[in-house]
C-alpha cells in the first residue's frame, strides 16, 4: 500500500493543530478535539463528518479498547502515530 505525500501534506494543511497546552480553547462549530501520538500526544481539531467514516470508526474503537470512555485531555485520545493519522484522515478529505 503506498502512500501520496501530496495528500498527506494536504491532511496536514487541513487539520487544525492547536500549539497551546490549553484545554479550553475554542473548538469550531462542526470540528471536535483528538489527541494523536504514541508516546508524545497532539492536539488536533478535526470536522465532525469524519465520524460518518467507517475507517474512522474503526480508529475510534481501537481507542475505546485502549483507552475507554475516560479521556482526561479533555478530547478523544487515538492510538497510532501521526503519520498514520495522516494518511487516514487524506484519504477522507479527497
Do not use: W
Not at 30 to 40: C, D, K, N, P, T
Not at 74 to 83: A, F, Q, V
Request: aromatic share 12%; hydrophobic share 35%.
Amino acid at each position: 500500500m503506498g502512500f501520496r505525500l501530496t495528500a498527506i501534506t494536504s491532511a496536514k494543511k487541513s487539520l487544525t493543530r492547536s500549539l497551546s497546552g490549553s484545554k479550553t480553547l475554542d473548538i469550531p462549530k462542526g470540528y471536535f478535539a483528538v489527541y494523536v501520538g504514541e508516546s508524545q500526544k497532539k492536539r488536533f481539531v478535526v470536522p465532525i463528518s469524519y465520524l460518518n467514516h467507517p475507517s474512522f470508526q474503526d480508529l475510534l474503537r481501537q481507542a475505546e479498547e485502549e483507552f475507554g470512555f475516560d479521556h482526561p485531555m479533555g478530547g478523544i485520545t487515538i492510538p497510532c502515530s501521526e503519520h498514520t493519522f495522516f494518511e487516514l484522515t487524506s484519504s477522507l478529505s479527497e
